[in-house]
Nanobody, 127 residues
Framework: QVQLVESGGALVQAGQSLRLSCAAS????????LGWFRQAPGKEREFVAA????????DYAESVSGRFTISRDNDKKTVYLDMSSLKHEDTAVYSC????????????????????WGQGTQVTVSS
């Protein structure tokens, strides 16, 4: 069983940067693929970024590619989402997710593939 707790959400102005963190407890963090998703008011949850268990496979939604960076620190059992050049449309609740995988398995965009989810952290970007 893996518990995930996000932090770092804030109210920022457009163009600014923000780092989200997702700390894990329980389970073997290093054996999990990780992802970030977001949900804006009135919209469905959408994929943002994912990183494989090995850390070598990264994937980004087209809307954030080039602006967001996902990374992981297995020693700290934490996955990060560095966001830059934030836009008003990035406003959402951001949640991290984890799934246990074999080492060779690539990252996934499918929310249904993830087993564990955090509660989310609010990011608000003022225009």
């Amino acid at each position: 069983q893996v518990q995930l707790v996000e932090s770092g959400g804030a109210l920022v102005q457009a163009g600014q940067s923000l780092r989200l963190s997702c700390a894990a407890s329980g389970g073997m963090f290093s054996r999990h693929g990780l992802g970030w998703f977001r949900q804006a008011p009135g919209k469905e949850r959408e994929f943002v970024a994912a990183i494989s268990r090995s850390g070598r496979d990264l994937d980004y939604a087209e809307s954030v590619s080039g602006r967001f960076t996902i990374s992981r620190d297995n020693d700290k059992k934490t996955v990060y989402l560095d966001m830059s050049s934030l836009k008003h449309e990035d406003t959402a609740v951001y949640s991290c997710a984890a799934r246990h995988t074999k080492l060779s398995v690539p990252s996934t965009r499918a929310a249904d593939d993830y087993t564990y989810w955090g509660q989310g952290t609010q990011v608000t970007v003022s225009s």
